[in-house]
C-alpha cells in the first residue's frame, strides 16, 4: 500500500469516527437536555397536585435568581455561569443549559481518555470502545432484587443503594468533568511523582483539582483523604527518602485545601444559618435512614467492579491508578457510613455525594481495566464475558432508571 493510499484511508477512518463521535454526542445530548429542561419547568408539568420531575434544580434556579434560599451553596460555579447565560435566557433555561455544558463536557474527556489508554487506533474494538464507553459509564446505575428489594429491608430501589449517576442533582454533575480531568490526571502522576516532577501535569491536575472543588467540594472532600493515606502510605513505605517530591505534589492541593476552607466557614458560620451546625459523627447514622440492608445496597451497585476485581486482583498490586479508584471508593464510602451535617442538613446525606463519586471512579477504572483486557485478550474470552456481563447488567438498569425518569418518575420512589 502506497503511502497516499495509506493516508487517504487513515484520513477517511478519522471522518468517520469524528461524524459517529457528532451523533452520539448529540443523541446523549438531547436526552441530557431533555431531562434537565423538565427538572427546570417541573411546575409546567405536574398533574394535579402530582410533582414530576423532582430534583434539586428549583433551588438552584432560585439563587440565580437571587431568591433567598434556605441553605447557602458556597460553590459558585454553576451559578456564575447560569448568571452569565441569563442574559439570553430565562433563568431556568440558562440552569438547564449550563448544566447541559457541564456535564456534556464529560464525554470528550472520557472519550479521550479511553483512546489514549487503550492506544491502538488500528484496532476496531479499541476504535468503538472509545466512542461508545463513555457513553456506558454515564449510564450505570444500581442494579436491584427482581421482584424488588423490599423483602430484603430496601424500601426503594435507588434510596439507600444510590448511584454512579445521580440525575435530580445538577451540582454533582457541574463537578465531575473537573473532577474526571483531576482524577485522571493524577493516575498518571501516581506512575512517576516519587521520582521526577512534570509541571504541566501538575498545574493541570491542581487548577482542576480547584474547578471541581468551586462546583461542588463533595469529591474534593474524599479525593484529598484518599489522596493523603496513599501518599503516606508510599512516603514510609520509601522510608521518607522521596520527602522532596512528595512534598512538590502536596503543593497542588494547597489551593483546593483554601478553597475548602472558605467554603466551610461559608457554610457553618453564617449567621443567616440558625440550624447548621457542622459535621459530626455516627456509624450508619444517615445511611441506614434510607436502607435497612447496608451490605445488600453495597452489592447491588458493585456487581460489575467486585466481578472486574476477583479476575484482576493481583493489579490492586500493580497498577497504581487502578489501586487508587478502590481506595478513592474505600475512603467515600467510609466517609459516607461515619460522618454526618448536623442540624437540619441530617437527613441530605450530603456524604453520599462523595461516596456515588467513588462509585463512579471505581466503575471507570474497572471498565477501563476490562477494555483494555479485552483488546489486548489478556483474559480467557469466557472470563471476558463473564465481566461484560456484569457491565452490561449495570447500564441496562441505569438506562431504565434514566427513561424512568425522562418519563417524570419520582427519584425518591423509584
Not at 434544580?57 to 434556605?70: F, L
Not at 433563568?91 to 489508554?117: G, H, Q, R
Not at 478553597?259 to 447514622?285: D, H, K, P
Not at 466503575?363 to 474470552?381: D, E, G, M, Q, Y
Request: charged share 15%; with cysteine; net charge neutral.
Amino acid at each position: 500500500m502506497s503511502l497516499g493510499s495509506y493516508n487517504k484511508k487513515s484520513l477517511g477512518m478519522s471522518l468517520i469516527y469524528i461524524v459517529i463521535f457528532v451523533v452520539l454526542f448529540t443523541i446523549f445530548g438531547y436526552a441530557n437536555f431533555t431531562l434537565f429542561y423538565r427538572q427546570a419547568h417541573c411546575n409546567e408539568f405536574m398533574v394535579g397536585d402530582d410533582a414530576r420531575y423532582q430534583s434539586d434544580i428549583p433551588d438552584y434556579i432560585d439563587v440565580v435568581k437571587g431568591v433567598d434560599t434556605e441553605f447557602e451553596f458556597s460553590y459558585p460555579l454553576l451559578f456564575d455561569l447560569s448568571r452569565v447565560l441569563t442574559r439570553f435566557l430565562s433563568p431556568e433555561d440558562a440552569v438547564a443549559v449550563a448544566v447541559l455544558v457541564l456535564n456534556m463536557l464529560c464525554i470528550p474527556f472520557l472519550t479521550l481518555f479511553f483512546k489514549k489508554s487503550l492506544g491502538d487506533d488500528n484496532n476496531p474494538v479499541s476504535v468503538i470502545g472509545s466512542l461508545i464507553m463513555p457513553y456506558v459509564i454515564m449510564l450505570v446505575s444500581m442494579l436491584w432484587v427482581p421482584g424488588g428489594n423490599e423483602a430484603y429491608g430496601l424500601d426503594f430501589r435507588y434510596l439507600g443503594v444510590f448511584t454512579p449517576n445521580p440525575w435530580h442533582n445538577q451540582t454533582y454533575f457541574a463537578a465531575r468533568p473537573f473532577a474526571i480531568v483531576a482524577f485522571l490526571f493524577f493516575g498518571r502522576i501516581l506512575s512517576y511523582y516519587e521520582d521526577s516532577v512534570n509541571l504541566k501535569d501538575y498545574i493541570v491536575f491542581s487548577l482542576f483539582l480547584v474547578l471541581s472543588t468551586m462546583a461542588k467540594p463533595s469529591f474534593t472532600f474524599v479525593f484529598i483523604s484518599a489522596a493523603a493515606v496513599y501518599i503516606l502510605i508510599r512516603l514510609i513505605f520509601h522510608k521518607f527518602a522521596t520527602l522532596r517530591n512528595t512534598l512538590y505534589l502536596g503543593i497542588c492541593f494547597a489551593p483546593t485545601i483554601i478553597v475548602l476552607a472558605m467554603q466551610y466557614l461559608s457554610t457553618f458560620s453564617n449567621e443567616q444559618s440558625q440550624v447548621e451546625e457542622g459535621i459530626g459523627f455516627g456509624f450508619l447514622r444517615v445511611w441506614s435512614m434510607y436502607s435497612g440492608n447496608v451490605t445488600l445496597s453495597l452489592v447491588l451497585v458493585l456487581v460489575f467492579p467486585i466481578i472486574v476485581l476477583v479476575f484482576n486482583f493481583k493489579l490492586l498490586f500493580e497498577n497504581r491508578a487502578y489501586r487508587f479508584g478502590w481506595e478513592f471508593f474505600l475512603v467515600g464510602t467510609l466517609e459516607f457510613m461515619f460522618l454526618t451535617e448536623e442540624g437540619d442538613r441530617l437527613g441530605h446525606a450530603n456524604f453520599s455525594w462523595g461516596y456515588m463519586y467513588g462509585l463512579f471512579f471505581v466503575f471507570l477504572v474497572s471498565a477501563w481495566l476490562l477494555f483494555k483486557n479485552t483488546v489486548s485478550r489478556k483474559n480467557h474470552i469466557s472470563i471476558l464475558l463473564i465481566q461484560w456481563s456484569g457491565l452490561l447488567l449495570h447500564f441496562v438498569a441505569g438506562s431504565i432508571y434514566f427513561v424512568y425518569l425522562l418519563q417524570g418518575g419520582d427519584f425518591t420512589q423509584f
